[in-house]
């Protein structure tokens, strides 16, 4: 595979400004990291916190773009290729990088390792994939299986991974009532997942009549159109207690359908980033018996292997969650598309070959 000396990188230039396409050196892995073409990248709405300054603004020049899937070029120095990957083959890039032996790495709950926390291609310390070419530590990839579209295996690497932890913490299984508020990109991937975990009823929650009609397409038993009237007592015709599991999957989380449908006892779960406060009286979370959980991404060694596996046997179809399609020249539109709400989920395409 030849590398070129340059390539196309879109560039962080700032909040409130838009990524500039730029010609840049192309970059060299450095020990224990390996070179990856890019072959896609998702749109995520975690980018637009970043584009927006809500949280800590990356240095200019900064390379956004986490959900990515690519080519294996080359290995840098001391590798250990723990896949058995030879160049050419197809990867997925996790943004979540554990080191695997810290307190929360043997624990579990690697997502929430602090070396992890500080090393996050295109969102933390490490540049991402909205390039042409991309060096990652080489824990961060993991072999695509055959038979699956390289592009749309992106989305497994941030909308599926996140849904699919989500869905696990709060211990979604055969038959758990769940109410899913917001199918956008994850919470349709949360609709298809729940839906190959066999939880029933999946109630979808939404505003967008074009977003419920692909939740049922991805297996909601019920949709719920806010903008009809009250959502709460459309979700108690479907669940009668309460749900057993609410998944309220708003970038900015506001709690209120979710209080209230949740059943006693139940589980609300937040993944959500953006700015919102949420105020809940001590009480009512006490009577109720309420748990409320926040989960941040998910554990890459365990859930994207799970993820890809689920996708090959045809349980899930990242395909179908693409919507749009873009051009690197076209990233800032896709960042206003997403924006407007016009995705159920976009990537841009780097290259088409590897
Ligand atoms: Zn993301
Ligand atoms: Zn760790």
């Excluded at 579209?149 to 941030?158: K, L, M, N």
């Excluded at 309220?248 to 937040?270: C, F, Y």
């Excluded at 990242?318 to 076209?330: D, F, G, M």
């Amino acid at each position: 595979m030849k590398i070129p000396l340059k390539i196309r990188a879109a560039l962080y230039k700032g909040p409130g400004h838009p990524l500039e396409i730029s010609e840049i050196s192309s970059p060299t892995p450095g020990e224990g990291e390996v070179l990856v073409k890019v072959a896609a990248t998702g749109i995520c709405h975690s980018d637009l916190h970043i584009l927006d300054g809500e949280i800590i603004p990356p240095p200019e020049g900064f390379i956004l773009g986490h959900e990515i899937s690519g080519w294996l070029v080359e290995f840098g120095p001391r590798c250990e290729n723990p896949h058995g990957l030879s160049p050419g083959d197809p990867v997925v890039v996790s943004w979540i990088i554990p080191c695997g032996k810290c307190y929360w790495c043997v624990r579990g709950q690697e997502n929430y390792c602090p070396y992890a926390a500080a090393r996050m291609p295109g969102l933390v310390g490490l540049n991402g994939g909205h390039a042409e070419y991309m060096a990652v530590p080489e824990t961060a990839v993991y072999p695509i299986p055959k038979g699956l579209d390289i592009h749309s295996a992106a989305v497994i690497s941030c909308a599926y991974g996140t849904a699919y932890r989500a869905l696990k913490e709060a211990g979604v299984g055969p038959g758990t009532g769940l109410v899913i508020v917001g199918v956008g990109g994850v919470g349709l991937a949360a609709v298809e997942l729940a839906n190959a975990l066999g939880a029933r009823p999946i109630v979808a929650v939404d505003m967008r009549k074009t977003a419920l009609e692909k939740a049922k397409e991805f297996g909601a038993t019920h949709v719920i159109d806010t903008t009809d009237g009250d959502p709460i007592s459309a979700i108690r015709d479907a669940l009668p207690q309460g749900a057993d599991v609410v998944y309220e999957t708003k970038p900015n989380p506001d709690l209120k359908i979710a209080l209230e449908s949740v059943r006693r006892g139940g589980t609300i779960i937040v993944t959500g980033l953006g700015t919102s406060t949420v105020e809940i009286p001590a009480s009512h979370l006490v009577m109720n018996g309420i748990k409320i959980v926040g989960s941040l991404g998910y554990r890459p060694r365990v859930d994207i292997p799970e993820l890809l596996s689920l996708a090959a046997a045809g349980k899930i179809n990242p395909q179908r969650l693409i919507s749009h399609i873009y051009k690197p020249e076209e990233i800032n539109t896709a960042y206003e598309g997403l924006r407007q709400g016009r995705h159920t989920r976009a990537l841009v395409i780097w290259n088409t070959t590897p």
